[in-house]
């Protein structure tokens, strides 16, 4: 079992910045990946980031690229999310999660956070 608790979240305005941090109880393979996730009302879960815990590998959808940053801190079992440029679309509640092979499917993620609340204003 694995436990993911993550803060960071807040309310910004369009332009602004705001970094996210997950912390996991452990780690159990070296093959675990974290991600990133969102969900805005009325919207499915979105994949937002990934990153593995060995090599440092990781994705990104389009339309973070550029602006978004998924690091992680293997010393700590925290992976962190900064969010420069933050548009109001980015609006959402932000989940981390793990999952034991390389993904950026929802339902390769075995564990997930409770999620922190992004609200970006224009």
């Known amino acids: 079992q694995v436990q993911l608790v993550e803060s ?5 305005q369009a332009g602004g910045s705001l970094r996210l941090s997950c912390a996991a109880s452990r780690r159990t393979n ?5 991600g990133w996730f969102r969900q805005a009302p009325g919207k499915a879960r979105e994949f937002v980031a990934a990153i593995s815990w060995s090599a440092g590998r990781t994705s990104y959808v389009d339309s973070v690229k550029g ?5 992680k801190d293997n010393a700590k079992n925290t992976v962190y999310l900064q969010m420069n440029s933050l548009k109001p679309e980015d609006t959402a509640v932000y989940y981390c999660a793990a999952t034991r092979f ?7 993620y075995d564990y997930w956070g409770q999620g922190t609340q992004v609200t970006v204003s224009s």
């Open 102 to 108: 390389w993904s950026t499917t929802t339902a390769a």
């Open 30 to 34: 070296s093959n675990y990946a974290m």
């Open 8 to 12: 960071g979240g807040g309310l910004v």
């Open 67 to 71: 602006r978004f940053t998924i690091s």
